[in-house]
């Protein structure tokens, strides 16, 4: 199975991807957690999108097709994986379809998380304040002003992805203000 799930920053992905991760037993394949472990590691790719990252902008398309393509390379993503945070442009999604079309590969399904954008904020909030709580270390980009940064670049660059996929038929819309039962449930149909 090979899944995109897409919706704004705060729509829930990260919690679907990991209860479909086990579900079906395949990678959840993030370009953001890759990102921070390459900024985390200090190399090539992460000096050069640390900044941009933590402003809330988009890294450069070249970038993350390079990790995409290569991670998707991987013994374990052979049977199927979900990807969580990319296609974030239409040129991102052009990209992927030709690294697939390449390994014969095809996608079986784009889920989208549609979500009330005045609820995204207060659940970022809590995020961060669930992450201090536990002791953790909030991202860098989890604050007011990245976050309305990132906000923008969904509407103007991620949105058309969306469409993008429906005129292919390749995408379900999903409501992401449920509760995360009726969520999971609804991406389950989906992928009936
Ligand atoms: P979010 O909570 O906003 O969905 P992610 O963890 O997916 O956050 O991504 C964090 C940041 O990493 C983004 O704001 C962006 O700077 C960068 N990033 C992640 N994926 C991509 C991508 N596909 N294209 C460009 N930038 C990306």
Do not use: H, I, Q, W
């Given at each position: 199975m090979k899944l995109i799930l897409l919706g704004p920053p705060g729509a829930g992905k990260g919690t679907q991807a990991k209860r479909l991760v086990e579900l079906l037993n395949i990678p959840q394949l993030s370009t953001g957690?890759?990102?921070?472990?390459?900024?985390?590691?200090?190399?090539?790719?992460?000096?050069?999108?640390?900044?941009?990252?933590?402003?809330?902008?988009?890294?450069?398309d070249e970038i993350v097709v390079g990790i995409i393509g290569e991670r998707i390379r991987s013994d374990d993503a052979r049977s199927g994986f979900i990807l969580d945070g990319f296609p974030r442009t239409v040129a991102q999604a052009e990209a992927l379809d030709h690294l697939l079309e390449q390994r014969g590969l095809k996608l079986d399904r784009v889920i989208e998380l549609k979500v009330d954008e005045a609820a995204l904020l207060a659940r970022i909030e809590r995020r961060a304040a669930e992450t201090v709580a536990a002791?953790?270390?909030?991202?860098?980009?989890?604050?007011?002003?990245?976050?309305?940064?990132?906000?923008?670049?969904?509407r103007a660059q991620t949105a058309p992805v969306s469409a993008?996929?429906?005129?292919?038929?390749?995408?379900?819309?999903?409501?992401?203000?449920?509760?995360?039962?009726t969520v999971a449930a609804a991406i389950d149909a989906a992928l009936a």
């Open positions: 957690d890759m990102l921070r472990a390459a900024v985390a590691a200090g190399s090539d790719v992460g000096r050069k999108a640390k900044a941009v990252m933590d402003a809330g902008g988009l890294v450069s002791g953790g270390t909030v991202r860098a980009d989890d604050n007011p002003e990245a976050f309305k940064v990132r906000l923008e670049a969904y993008y996929y429906a005129r292919s038929g390749r995408l379900s819309a999903v409501d992401g203000m449920a509760p995360v039962a």
